[in-house]
């Protein structure tokens, strides 16, 4: 059972646009969220986080939101670049299991020029 | 810098043969973790280690064990490997209860 869920394989974007990606997840326990980027031929790298005691975090051009209630988040990349053309997870924490991140099954954005 | 290497960057092994696949880390973290990553299906938790000596199952442990001898080296072993077990293995580390967790680069494995 898929606990947290990127339901678009892919997304295309042209250059200088706002990309929008996005995540559900069903455990009402999660409480912590990560953005993770991944090129080809390399490990992920952290993007950008956020507690569920917020609703909104920023950093530059990436802004990531969080609806609790509807058991949502979304990733902002504005404007897009087409170095940010990757792969895309996002994934959930429960707060007390220590690092333990459940991922979802990614999204490939391409960013044309 | 931080970072997490691992062994091999291309490995293929045959059917039956027994797989090690190791992952070192320079910044001190107590948590390491090894997950596979297959197409439509993401990353997935195969196990995980709070401390040395220590070692935790994930959502997909079978076929696989692990060992933490050392604080900043955690190696994933096929006893024997079969074919679904091709896929990339990635490896990362992370500090105390901290979420976030540093990568290292991926070992693609084919099992013949």
């Known amino acids: 059972d898929q606990q947290v869920k990127q339901n678009s394989p892919s997304l295309s974007v042209q250059e200088g646009r706002i990309s929008i990606l996005n995540c559900d997840y069903t455990n009402s326990m999660f409480d912590y969220f990560l953005w993770y980027k991944k090129y080809p031929a390399e490990g992920p790298t952290f993007l950008i986080s956020?507690?569920?005691?917020?609703d909104k975090n920023e950093d530059g051009r990436f802004t990531v939101f969080l609806n609790k209630s509807a058991k949502h988040l979304s990733l902002h990349i504005v404007p897009s670049q087409p170095g940010d053309s990757a792969v895309y997870f996002c994934a959930a924490s429960e707060d007390n299991q220590g690092g333990k991140l459940i991922f979802g099954q990614g999204t490939e954005l391409s960013v044309k020029p | 810098d931080v970072k997490v290497t691992q062994s091999s960057r291309y490995l293929v092994k045959r059917t039956g043969e027994k797989v090690f696949l190791e992952c070192v880390q320079d910044?001190?973290?107590?948590?390491m973790f090894w997950y596979r990553q297959d197409p439509g299906l993401g990353l997935r938790l195969i196990y995980f280690?709070?401390?040395?000596?220590?070692?935790e199952k994930g959502d997909i442990p079978e076929g696989y064990s692990v060992s933490r001898e050392k604080k900043e080296r955690f190696s994933l072993i096929l006893e024997s490997a079969s074919t679904n077990q091709t896929s990339m293995y990635l490896c990362a580390s992370g500090r105390g209860r901290s979420n976030e967790q540093f990568f290292g680069p991926g070992t693609r494995l084919t099992v013949l």
């Open positions: 910044m001190d973290h107590e948590n």
């Open positions: 956020i507690s569920s005691i917020k």
């Open positions: 280690s709070y401390d040395v000596k220590m070692k």
